[in-house]
């Protein structure tokens, strides 16, 4: 089912004040903060210390020759970098002393972090041996320095040396309190024209690699998510090729992880896998790209459905059971389509999470009308368990009737051409998302929660 939503522009910070959904005034400037720094970029993952504290992750410099994992941590009101963390405000590593001599490359991309005991798990891919890409993982402690108590001084690089002829691209990790482990989603390959392989990877709080698991019986395909239900079992999501259609859709699998021993769970639509087609045009290229779980075992995935080309394309939303089937409770058949602003331009959801009441917030990017002026920009939506859009969440009057909040960063960045929000975390009930402002710029923008007073605290 399809619903048109009215969005709106990015107001002046006046009419935004304290709306819920509108930009934090308290946090850098007009609520957003970017970093122009040509030694910190390409955005990956963002996390939320326990003492609120914001980090986010790029690709940063480290040395002449080498291009790894970079974090920095803001202040708590977002004007500025931490120099406390790390090494003077960049928590760094670098792969190349786990490299091969024969490796072509020092670089780290597509970095993704997650809060674990005692710190931070960062993941990427990189090494550049010939043609394979290999996944790294560093782990850091609170204040940014590597944990020498993790894999090789802080850094695990998976088949590196000797190094495999393997690609292997890890999109997603999340942290399985109950195993005390990391598990990664994404994908492997052999030939960068051939086909991926949807691969899993656990590794201990330690760094040793405890299992994975390589999906063949998906054919071509990759996974984008992942999540931990309340009873430990494993839900990861991605694309991966319809046998009966042949188009690329959405699919969600689940998983059981014993020990070191990792299985699809049968009682998860009588295969431990679910292909979700949404088919609105073009090719039908359909992905999902986040993952939402909540305690009452329903799952969300969120992500994109190509309408005419990869730049024309509908955000969607699914709603499964816990028994791996679509839940025609949810928008009559499980599945939604939406835009941020336009159904003219790119939409995209990226992340997802719970708010105030259950709620959920829906966050990602999409693109501007052509005569506004404006390029592609954050949006974010605030729907309820049901699937009804929350037009409470606004960065108007609250009950206006808009239902997506849109942020560019011109105001920041000097261009609005290219903003996509790649992550999202909760700050004390208030929003903050991180990704790509004016290309490869880092930028975080904070928008108000529901309990914000005029002070700015809770």
Sequence with gaps: MHRRLVALALLPLSGLALADGGLDPNFGIQGRFAISDGNFYVPGGLVVQPDGRPVIWASVGVGDDCRGIGGRRLTANGTAVDPTFGNGGTAQACFKPLLPPTATSALTYNITAVNVPGGIV????????????????????????????????????????????????????????AADAIVMAGHSYSSVSGPKSARMWVYSANGTPITQFLDGGLGDASLSAVAIQPDGKILAAGYAVNPTSGNEDCVVERFILQGNLMALDTTFNGTGRLLIPYDTGGTNMDRCESLLVGQDGLIFAGGWAEISGYFHTYATLSRITPSGVLDTQFSGDG????????????????DMAFHDDGKILLAGYGGAPDNSGRGDEFGVMRISPAGAFDATFTATTPGSGFAT????????????????????ALQAGNIVLYGTGAVDMPAVARLIGDKLFKNGFQ
């Design 122 to 177: 960062a993941v990427g891919y990189g090494g550049g041996s010939g043609n394979a890409y290999h996944l790294q993982l560093a782990k850091f402690t609170t204040n940014g320095m590597l944990d020498p108590g993790f894999g090789t001084g802080g850094l695990v690089c998976r088949n590196c040396n000797p190094a495999s002829s393997v690609t292997e691209y890890a999109a997603e990790a999340v942290y399985h309190a």
């Design 335 to 350: 599945k939604h389509t939406t835009y941020f602003e336009t159904s003219a331009k790119i939409n995209v959801i990226t």
């Design 405 to 424: 909040v849109m942020v560019g960063f011109e105001p920041v960045t000097g261009s609005g051409s290219f903003d996509r929000l790649r992550s999202m």
